[in-house]
């Protein structure tokens, strides 16, 4: 029962290079998020998919571009790594909308230097 | 859009003690208010939610109180334990695809 899946855990990148963060469920939930955890400042929405075929931009969108690949599957890439993007990226899925319980993944810890 | 204040950031008390933690929302559509805890490390979990339709919610040593008219909700946890050291956040969201928003955590710590 892997609930919801992310790679990688770890990154090491240089300012300017480019990564996809990578996240699937296999509850058959309908919406999944991305979020990013800094110290003092909780979870941040960066994107998310109510539906498949759909993304709609959080409260820190940029820097960032998503993709929902199919209703499992929901990508996070940045084109252009600046050393604010450091910080543990959460995904996480709900079966509807945001009233229901979020699941999220182990995080992913990147680091721009 | 929504925007929930949570209080304190910091919370110590000793072992067997209660801890309470409060956050205030803005949106008065918003009508579910999960909490979630995140142990060091560790990905956030849901541990108990309410919704508006609800004034107060109970299982075991937790808590949570909802006051619609002031929008403000708690969480009372009793008999604190040192399991129960963590990163608490709480969150609000509206009906509709609209997703949830949080808190900026309060970190508790149980004394032994």
């Known amino acids: 029962n892997a609930g919801v899946t992310q790679t990688p855990k770890f990154q090491v990148l240089k300012t300017g290079q480019s990564m996809t963060l990578q996240c699937a469920q296999d509850m058959n939930h309908n919406s999944m998020y991305w979020y990013r955890q800094d110290p003092g400042m909780g979870l941040r929405l960066i994107y998310y998919s109510a539906s498949e075929g759909t993304t709609d931009k959080g409260e820190v969108p940029n820097g960032y571009n998503v993709s929902r690949l199919n209703k499992r599957e929901f990508s996070l890439r940045l084109e252009s790594a600046a050393p604010s993007q450091t910080s543990v990226y959460f995904c996480?899925?709900?079966?509807?909308?945001?009233?229901?319980?979020?699941?999220f993944g182990e995080g992913s810890r990147l680091t721009v230097l | 859009g929504e925007n929930v204040e949570q209080h304190p950031s910091t919370l110590s008390v000793q072992e067997g003690d209660s801890a309470v933690i409060k956050c205030t929302y803005s949106?008065?559509?918003?009508?579910?208010f999960p909490w979630y805890k995140q142990e060091l490390g560790k990905r956030p979990q849901l541990i108990i939610d309410i919704r508006s339709n609800v004034g107060e919610k109970k299982d075991q040593r937790i808590a949570v109180t909802l006051n619609k008219t002031a929008k403000h909700f708690s969480l009372h946890i009793t008999e604190t334990q040192p399991e129960d050291s963590a990163v608490y956040f709480c969150?609000?969201?509206?009906?509709?695809?609209?997703?949830?928003?949080f808190g900026k955590g309060t970190r508790l710590s149980v004394i032994a």
């Open positions: 969150a609000a969201s509206r009906p509709g695809n609209t997703p949830l928003v």
């Open positions: 996480a899925s709900s079966e509807y909308d945001g009233t229901g319980e979020l699941f």
């Open positions: 949106d008065s559509a918003s009508n579910y």
